[in-house]
Nanobody, 120 residues
Framework: QVQLVESGGGSVQPGGSLRLSCAASGNIRSDNVMGWYRQIPGEQREVVAS???????NYADSVKGRFTISRDNAKNTVYLQMNSLKPEDTAVYYC??????????????WGQGTQVTVSS
């Protein structure tokens, strides 16, 4: 069973930075996509950024140029560096790992979520 443990959330003023980390434990297929999602109460969870096991990245338009996703495959850890934070970035951020087989998602794991609050 795969478990995801997140860290790094907190409160910051607009324009500030935070770095989220998510460590995955258990047996994970080498072909996977690690990502970050966020959710505001009352709204749907949305993807923020994702990175494949080969290092290809995708970002939501709202965070392009401000957030950077990276991963350490040896540690099964994914990071989200968030710079130039805005109040609208306030949300609970969730780590996600999707295991792939021949391009299809066969398993989907979620972290417990970490609160990010951007406020003056």
């Amino acid at each position: 069973q795969v478990q995801l443990v997140e860290s790094g959330g907190g409160s910051v003023q607009p324009g500030g930075s935070l770095r989220l980390s998510c460590a995955a434990s258990g047996n994970i297929r080498s072909d996977n996509v690690m990502g970050w999602y966020r959710q505001i109460p009352g709204e749907q969870r949305e993807v923020v950024a994702s990175i494949t096991s080969r290092g290809s990245t995708n970002y939501a338009d709202s965070v392009k140029g401000r957030f950077t996703i990276s991963r350490d495959n040896a540690k099964n850890t994914v990071y989200l560096q968030m710079n130039s934070l805005k109040p609208e970035d306030t949300a609970v951020y969730y780590c996600n790992v999707k295991e792939l087989y021949t391009g299809a998602t066969i398993s989907d794991y979620w972290g417990q979520g970490t609160q990010v609050t951007v406020s003056s």
